[in-house]
């Protein structure tokens, strides 16, 4: 591929940092909170459990987290430094 679409994270350059849960994380810029979630040591520590399953596309709703306060759907909204995500335990809303 070329030009400005899809770019393999490892070459992703800026990283951000989010709170997941009130923990730091130093994410690449660029991703949906989504992205963020799944790259974040709280999945692979067992932290947060995510659904068995997504759409990817905000019709499942199963990805509702927190951020910043308000209630979104993490595959629609991409990450910002300084964000906050609280995921309540798990991600079913």
Known sequence: ??????RPVRDAGERIMV???GVRHEL??????LAALLC???VADGRVT???WFCGIGQCQ???VCVNGQEVIACQVPARPGDV????GDWSG
């Open 19 to 21: 709170a997941i849960d």
């Open 28 to 33: 690449p810029a660029g991703m949906s909170v």
């Open 85 to 88: 995500i609280d995921t309540r």
């Open 62 to 64: 199963r990805c509702r």
């Open 50 to 52: 995510p659904p068995d």
């Open 40 to 42: 974040a040591d709280a």
């Open 1 to 6: 591929m070329s030009g400005q679409g899809f």
